[in-house]
Structures are given as structure tokens and as C-alpha cells.
């Protein structure tokens, strides 16, 4: 486990149009206006990360910092509007988005009763075990809700906004149990 760290985790600018998760489940090449590109108001987003990391004294101009980001188009995306190069970005597979078991009507069931399946936790559980080096990270919404519960972060709503970044302390998972 990690010693005291903690870490920026930010979701992925919005895609640019709502789509079903069996259709976003089986792409591998992004076209234009595919769930795998960002929206305007994703790019906004995006771009709007970059600024808000500077403000909370995470970027020092000139500094040569790296990001972890999900291997998924739409965190890459987000990583280079947020002003990280491509020659900065660690892509880990922890960060790819969680495959369900479940539709998404039973996932959003339980996400309004505040509760996410035990396949999210125990990936977020993994994550904690084995946190990606550099402090900043872009995932999906759902890891970034399972790190919250499993390292007893509260949060409302549990599952991020798009472009938002929230603050975890990863010395806390060592500590915490993860339930549903």
C-alpha cells in the first residue's frame, strides 16, 4: 500500500452525444461525433481542467509534469486539452472504465440508491493497491465513484460530473473497507 499521497482524479470531458453503454462497450475506432470524441462543452471542460489544476498549485508553470489517464480516446482527448503533450501521458489499464454485468437501468438503480456494484469497488480497491505515479489521473466516472467509496471519501453526487476533479487521499485506503 502507499505511503501518505494524494492524488487529482478528474473524469473525461462529456462525449459528443449520449449513447447506450452495449453500443460504447464494443467500439475500438473513434469517428468524428462518435461517443469516442469530446462534445464542445467536453472540450470546454477539458480545457477548463488544465486551469483549475493551476489554481490549486498543482502545474507550476514550466514544470514538466505527467498525467495518468485511462487508455480509453476520450481521456486522451481530455489530456491533451487539459495541456498535458502526449509525450507526458502514463496510460494505465486500472484507469479503463469497469465492465458490467448489468444494463443500465439496474446500474441506475443502484447508483440512485448511492450504491455501485461490487465490481467497481473491487477495481477501485485494485487501484488503491496499485495507484498509477504521477498525481493527476483521467478515468471515467464510474472508477472515480469507486475510489471515493472505497477510500470513505463522501461525495455528492457520487458520480463525478463531466471535467470534474476531486481530490483523494490514498493514504486513507489502507485503513478502509470497501461495501456497496
Not at 468524428?32 to 498543482?58: H, N, Q, R, V
Not at 455501485?116 to 480497491?125: E, N
Request: charged fraction near 20%; glycine fraction near 10%.
Amino acid at each position: 500500500m502507499v505511503g501518505c499521497m494524494t492524488v487529482f482524479v478528474g473524469r473525461h470531458g462529456a462525449p459528443a452525444f449520449e449513447f447506450a453503454v452495449e453500443y460504447y462497450a464494443h467500439r475500438t475506432v473513434p469517428e468524428p461525433g462518435s461517443p469516442d470524441t469530446l462534445s464542445a462543452l467536453g472540450e470546454y471542460a477539458a480545457a477548463g481542467m488544465g486551469k483549475e489544476l493551476l489554481g490549486k498549485g498543482f502545474f507550476v508553470p514550466g514544470e514538466d509534469m505527467r498525467v495518468a489517464l485511462s487508455r480509453h480516446p476520450l481521456a486522451e482527448e481530455t489530456a491533451y486539452l487539459a495541456g498535458f503533450p502526449d509525450n507526458r501521458w502514463v496510460q494505465s489499464a486500472l484507469l479503463d472504465e469497469v465492465e458490467l454485468d448489468m444494463g443500465p437501468a439496474a446500474l441506475g438503480a443502484m447508483l440512485a440508491k448511492n450504491k455501485l456494484p461490487q465490481a467497481v469497488l473491487r477495481h477501485a480497491a485494485l487501484i488503491t493497491e496499485h495507484p498509477p505515479e504521477p498525481r493527476f489521473w483521467i478515468t471515467h466516472g464510474l472508477v472515480i465513484a469507486g475510489l471515493c467509496k472505497v477510500l470513505g471519501v463522501p461525495t455528492r453526487p457520487l458520480v463525478p460530473d463531466y471535467g470534474e476533479i476531486r481530490m483523494l487521499p490514498l493514504d486513507r485506503a489502507a485503513s478502509l473497507s470497501y461495501g456497496s
